[in-house]
């Protein structure tokens, strides 16, 4: 099973809500990554979880807050977002190795800021 | 410094002909090469992967790359398009940032099959 599942699929909200994103993963992968993509536009990392623990902050606006509660799930919670901030969100896990490794992503979360 | 290169934004092709996508790759990265397909609202797919031994490699649906290390180059092959197979494909690299692997992608090809 190579499935990672995100919800909701679709998300629209104004720009005073807190919301949040979740991805889960069943795969026994200790690495999990968000990314966020523009159309058109391939995917750009925001945030990597190696063990659960924080490991890459792509110099992301505060206003993104990533969380790992569990090797298997992985949360974005959102808070006073803008309207450029309306993108695809996709999660995507992998195992940890030094070596190389190949990402399983999810269906992405379609993000509209109103 | 671009790590990927994808030559070609737009590829058009009729259904059963063959169809090459290009990427080529920056020698000073990793050879740990992968190619996903993204179909319209929907997520990526690992299509097929290179990470050591057979420099050509294969998907279940008929597509083929080969790693070539002179040319930098890990170009995706398919014989015989079909209708299905109209979706972006992006080309990606593992580089290393210290302790860390992060996957590169390539600026994305949109492959459009017309009967």
């Known amino acids: 099973d190579t499935e990672v599942t995100q919800t909701p699929k679709h998300l629209v909200m104004g720009m005073t809500n807190k919301k949040s994103l979740k991805c889960e993963q069943h795969m026994g992968h200790r690495a999990m990554y968000w990314y966020k993509q523009k159309a058109k536009k391939p995917p750009e990392l925001m945030f990597v979880?190696?063990?659960?623990?924080?490991?890459i902050n792509e110099s992301v606006p505060s206003r993104f807050s990533p969380e790992c509660p569990n090797s298997s799930l992985l949360n974005l919670h959102l808070h006073a977002l803008q309207p450029e901030d309306s993108a695809l969100y996709l999660c995507?896990?992998?195992?940890?190795?030094?070596?190389?490794?190949?990402?399983?992503f999810g269906p992405g979360t379609r993000l509209t800021v109103t | 410094a671009q790590s990927v290169t994808q030559l070609d934004s737009q590829v058009p092709v009729f259904e059963e002909a063959p169809v090459e996508l290009r990427c080529n790759y920056s020698?000073?990265?990793?050879?740990?090469l992968f190619w996903y397909v993204q179909y319209p609202n929907q997520g990526l797919q690992l299509l097929l992967k290179y990470l050591s031994g057979s420099t050509l490699v294969e998907s279940i649906n008929g597509f083929e790359a080969e790693f070539n290390k002179s040319q930098t180059s890990f170009h995706l092959r398919k014989p015989s398009v079909h209708i299905s197979d109209t979706a972006e494909y992006f080309c990606?690299?593992?580089?290393?940032?210290?302790?860390?692997?992060?996957?590169?992608f390539g600026a994305g090809t949109r492959l459009a099959v017309h009967p």
């Open positions: 995507a896990s992998s195992q940890e190795r030094p070596e190389g490794n190949e990402q399983y």
């Open positions: 020698s000073s990265v990793s050879v740990y």
């Open positions: 990606a690299v593992l580089k290393k940032y210290g302790g860390y692997n992060k996957l590169i």
């Open positions: 979880y190696s063990y659960e623990k924080l490991s």
